[in-house]
């Protein structure tokens, strides 16, 4: 079955960096478009960027150049690149892929960023 395991969050200040991990299984990873999301307290998941079996990625409505998502197919896992992070940032990221119309989704991983 597919199963998505995320690492890597954790406190950090404002403009830290963190990398996001998620390992994937169950499916051929390389095959799938692969994205990570997002969903602080009170609102909604969002979109934070998507990276496709090409390895073409897009971004949701976040500050360009802060996030940079890319992928392994050899370990089959994709991770996400997050520079000058802000208290806005804070969130549990998602990792999510789409097979046959199902949303595969992550268990999540907190990210706060504070001082």
């Known amino acids: 079955q597919v199963q998505l395991v995320e690492s890597g969050g954790g406190l950090v200040q404002p403009g830290g960096s963190l990398r996001l991990s998620c390992a994937a299984s169950?499916?051929?990873?390389?095959?799938?478009?692969m994205g990570w999301y997002r969903q602080a307290p009170g609102k909604q998941r969002e979109l934070v960027a998507r990276?496709?079996?090409?390895?073409?990625?897009n971004y949701g409505d976040v500050e360009k150049g802060r996030f940079t998502v890319s992928r392994d197919n050899a370990k089959n896992t994709v991770y996400l690149g997050m520079n000058n992070l802000k208290p806005e940032d804070t969130a549990v990221y998602y990792c999510?892929?789409?097979?046959?119309?199902?949303?595969?989704w992550g268990q999540g991983t907190q990210v706060t960023v504070s001082s």
């Open positions: 999510n892929t789409v097979r046959g119309g199902v949303d595969y």
């Open positions: 169950g499916f051929t990873f390389s095959s799938y478009a």
């Open positions: 990276i496709f079996r090409g390895g073409i990625t």
